[in-house]
Each structure stands twice: as C-alpha cells, then as structure tokens.
C-alpha cells in the first residue's frame, strides 16, 4: 500500500471509495434508501468542487494497492466551525473494508497529522456518527471524544461525536504504509 497525495485525476476512484464504505460501514446505521441512492456521479462532483475550492492549507491523500488501484483516501484543513482549541480537522477518512485492520487507516490517520502539523496545526479533530464502528480506532490511536451534535441524514435523526487531539505530534509520529510526501 502507497500513500499519497491526490490529484484531480483521483477523483473518480476517491467517489467510488467514498460511496462504497459508506454502504458497507454506514449500513443498518443510516437508512437503506440513502445509502441506495448514493451515487459515483454526484461523490465526482462533490470532489471536483473540493479540487476546484480547496486552499493552500487543505490536503487530500489517496491510498493505492499494490496495484495502482484507489483503496483509501483522507482529507483535511483548518477546522470548520471555530472551535477554540482544536484548530485543525481530518474531514473524512475512508478505506475500503477488505483493506481495514491492516495498520492502513493507522498509517493514513499518521500523514494526515502530518500534513496538518505542516501548515502550522498543533491540534485536531474528526467528526464521526457515534454508531460508527471506527469510534474504536479513533480512541486507540489517542482521540478523546470532546463534543457530539446531532446530524440528519437520509431522514434519520443521529448523532456525530468529534475525536480530538490536544496534541498531534505522537499521532504523526506513527509508521505504517510507504508514502511519498
């Protein structure tokens, strides 16, 4: 496995990683309909618009096979709602699941710190649905959940806890998979 940064020609397999977790992960989670009506079409458009919109302090990693395919993905900033403390954010975090439990998401979690400790970001946070399995990973790599919301999606009522780090460089300091900076 190979982490590295994404470029706009990534986006059609980023859109099919990011649908396809969310129906294996979200499942029984969020409702079938929403999750049926997901599209590879509208996920292109949405990260056409992230590519198009994004500033120097936004970033997107991919992670590849051994065979050149798109397994995993993250991305990432400044933090997207003011929070006092916790100044920069993993917007999302997505692998394949047949690629999960490998120290893959481990190693992705480890760039992405990285790639916020570069542009002047000493702390962090995830949003996740608080169903969501990942909530273990988070915790196991050094988040505490710090704050929840509630969100709506597909007409279901849920909730999202954030994962913080007060201090990232122990997390970025993490191994894993072979990357090109």
């Known amino acids: 496995m190979r982490i590295r940064e994404a470029t706009p020609d990534d986006i059609p397999g980023i859109a099919r990683v990011h649908v396809d977790t969310w129906r294996t992960t979200y499942r029984g989670i969020v409702p079938d309909a929403h999750l049926d009506g997901l599209s590879y079409e509208r996920s292109e458009n949405i990260w056409r618009r992230f590519f198009a919109e994004r500033d120097a302090r936004t970033f ?6 051994d065979a050149g ?33 490998r120290g893959v998401g481990r ?19 995830v949003w996740v649905l608080a169903q969501n399995p990942a909530c273990g990973f988070y915790a196991t790599l050094g988040g505490q959940p710090i704050k929840e919301k509630p969100i709506t999606i597909g007409g279901a009522e849920l909730i999202a806890v954030a994962y913080g780090w007060n201090v990232i460089r122990p997390l970025a300091a993490l191994g894993g998979a072979s990357h090109e900076a």
């Open 60 to 65: 997107a990693l991919v992670v590849e096979d």
């Open 69 to 101: 395919r798109i397994v995993g993905f993250a991305n990432g900033g400044p933090e997207r709602e003011g929070d006092p403390v916790y100044r920069g954010e993993v917007g999302g975090i997505y692998l394949l699941a047949e690629c999960q439990r």
């Open 107 to 125: 190693a992705l979690m480890a760039e992405a710190a990285r790639r916020l400790l570069a542009h002047g970001f000493e702390t962090l946070l």
